[in-house]
């Protein structure tokens, strides 16, 4: 795909949602995290469900680490791995008091060196929270990178370096919730929504179904 396309492409997604969000409920950086941190292999949906219970008692690290393990557990265990996810939660909770006076990070090493949080949950953070030009590449957005064209790679790696050195940098802090949406609810991985893409004339898949 050449860089007029790909440019086309990206200016069709922000005529089509000019300020795209999260879709995570959250009100301060730390809940972000909390959220972030909790949607690894599980649906905003869910978390979202979990965090409305939770962040009512709980939405500061020193707020967590009062309420325990077992019990943070308790109000998350509808998401996958919850277990796992608790625990890492408690040890990122007493990091960031230990390490940052109880604030969220806004450096990627930082971010990474934190309990349960990879590069794609450093990547959300850091475009999300502090308007950063990353790309966080998930299922949804490597599918839509290598099903259209846009950025085709093996990995998640290749194609997240793909995307930021081929996006024109006025829409690198948007692309992130952009690719995301659009494979969440067009671009489906068993059944994507192709009549009713508005990209679909410039996606070069070759299985369109129109």
Avoid at 22 to 47: G, I, K, P
């Amino acid at each position: 795909m050449n860089s007029n396309k790909r440019r086309q492409i990206f200016e069709i997604l922000a005529q089509t949602n000019p300020e795209p969000e999260t879709e995570l409920n959250y009100r301060s950086t730390f809940e972000l995290m909390v959220a972030v941190v909790l949607s690894a292999q599980a649906t905003d949906v869910s978390v979202n469900i979990a965090t409305a219970k939770l962040f009512k008692v709980a939405n500061t690290p020193e707020a967590i680490i009062k309420l325990g393990s077992n019990k943070l557990k308790q109000y998350i265990k509808n998401i996958g791995l919850y277990n796992t996810k608790a625990d890492n939660l408690i040890k990122l909770c007493r990091q960031l008091l230990e390490k940052h006076a109880g604030n969220v990070p806004d450096d990627r090493e930082s971010l990474q060196a934190l309990p349960g949080v990879g590069r794609k949950t450093a990547n959300v953070i850091l475009n999300t929270a502090f308007g950063q030009p990353t790309i966080a590449v998930d299922t949804h957005i490597f599918r839509v990178s290598n099903r259209t064209g846009i950025a085709p790679g093996k990995n998640v790696i290749e194609v997240e370096k793909k995307l930021i050195k081929f996006i024109d940098n006025e829409f690198k802090s948007n692309a992130h919730h952009w690719l995301l949406l659009h494979g969440r609810y067009i671009c489906k991985a068993r059944n994507p929504r192709c009549d009713a893409c508005a990209i679909s004339a410039l996606c070069e898949y070759s299985s369109k179904n129109l």
